[in-house]
């Protein structure tokens, strides 16, 4: 049996606002903070809001975590991605920097 693991609550609230939307996930960034996903970087609330609006628009997609690890001011999320999208499911790598109880900095790598 597997078992989920026990997130920060940040990336936790980051997560769960994936399900619920673009705005909710925007707001689980700093002001300043950057995300980058499959070659593009975002920086910026309202960057990070279309980022997610895209990528909502063009593939229907569930997360769950698998693992969490930190080193070096930063946690690590192992999670499997399953969806409407080529090659699904995946296991992705989302490398978060916390800051002020945010998201400071994302980064999804294969």
């Known amino acids: 049996m597997t078992t989920d693991p026990t997130l920060p609550a ?5 997560f769960e606002a994936d399900r619920r939307g673009p705005e909710a996930v925007a ?5 300043q903070a950057v995300v980058r996903d499959e070659g ?5 609330r309202e960057a990070i ?4 609006q895209a990528a909502s628009s063009a593939y ?8 969490l690890t930190a ?6 999320v192992l999670a499997r991605v399953t ?5 699904s499911p995946v296991d ?4 978060f920097r916390l800051a002020d109880g945010r998201v400071a900095a994302l980064e999804i790598t294969a």
Request: overall charge positive; glycine content about 10%; proline content about 10%.
């Open 40 to 44: 593009r970087t975002y920086q910026g």
């Open 71 to 76: 080193a070096a001011g930063e946690q690590m």
């Open 27 to 31: 707001a689980c960034f700093t002001p």
């Open 60 to 67: 229907r997609y569930e997360v769950r975590p698998l693992s």
């Open 92 to 95: 992705l790598r989302y490398r």
């Open 83 to 87: 969806g409407t999208f080529p090659g």
């Open 10 to 14: 940040p990336i936790a609230d980051y």
């Open 49 to 52: 809001r279309a980022w997610k």
